[in-house]
C-alpha cells in the first residue's frame, strides 16, 4: 500500500472531471476527517401550519388555507401552495396532517385528505367511519413524488359529518404540510 501526501489536487488545465478510484472501489475518509462539497442540504423545503380551527362545508372538497409559516428555505410557499423555484426540480418527500372533526351535535362519517399537483390528485387517504363513526380523526399522508419547475403542491381536505357541522383544528402541530427535495 502506497501513501500520497498532497495539499491540494487540481486538474492539470483548466476545468472538468477528476476521478477517484474505479469501479467497485470504495472511498474512505479517515478517523476524525469530514467532509464538505459533498451531498446537500435537501431544499427546497417548507413547513407550514394551520394555528386555528377552521369551519367547512360539509361533504366537500376545500383547499387547506394555512397561516403559519414555519420553514421556507427558498420563499416558494406563497398562496396556500409550494411552487418549485427556479433550479428546484427533483424528486419530493412530501406530507400532510390534518385532524377532522365534527360539531357537538354530528360525528365523523369520512375524513378525505388528498395532495394535488397542479390542480390534480397525487395522494390520497379517505378513512371511512359510517360504520362506527367518531369525533375526532387524524389523517397523515405522504408521497415521493417528481416535480419539474413551476409545479405546485396543494392540500385539500373532505370533512363528512352525520349532522352539525365540520371542521378541522388548528393548534399546535394537529395540521401541517411539508416537504422538501431528497437528494
Known amino acids: 500500500m502506497s501513501t ?10 483548466g476545468t472538468g472531471t477528476i476521478t477517484l478510484g474505479q ?18 442540504n435537501n431544499t427546497p423545503r ?5 394555528t386555528s380551527n377552521v369551519s367547512l362545508s ?26 418549485v423555484p427556479s433550479g428546484g426540480a427533483g424528486t419530493y418527500y412530501i406530507f400532510t396532517y390534518l385532524l377532522a372533526k365534527g360539531s357537538d351535535q354530528g360525528y365523523l362519517d369520512r ?10 390528485n397525487i395522494a390520497m387517504t379517505s378513512p371511512d367511519f359510517r360504520n362506527n363513526p367518531v369525533k375526532l380523526a387524524g389523517n397523515y399522508i405522504s408521497t415521493v413524488h417528481t416535480l419539474a419547475e413551476g409545479d405546485y403542491i396543494e392540500v385539500y381536505i ?13 393548534d399546535s402541530f394537529r395540521t401541517m404540510f411539508g416537504g422538501y427535495k431528497l437528494l
Do not use: H
Request: hydrophobic share 30%.
Open 4 to 13: 500520497l501526501k498532497v495539499d491540494q489536487i487540481l486538474k492539470r488545465s
Open 23 to 40: 469501479s467497485g472501489d470504495t472511498i474512505a475518509l479517515g478517523s476524525g476527517a469530514s467532509q464538505t462539497g459533498f451531498g446537500g
Open 46 to 50: 417548507w413547513l407550514v401550519r394551520q
Open 58 to 83: 360539509d361533504n366537500t372538497n376545500t383547499k387547506v388555507t394555512w397561516n403559519q409559516e414555519d420553514i421556507d428555505s427558498d420563499s416558494a410557499f406563497a398562496s396556500d401552495k409550494f411552487t
Open 111 to 120: 375524513n378525505t385528505l388528498a395532495i394535488y399537483k397542479n390542480g390534480s
Open 158 to 170: 373532505t370533512v363528512d359529518v352525520n349532522s352539525g357541522s365540520a371542521s378541522f383544528e388548528g
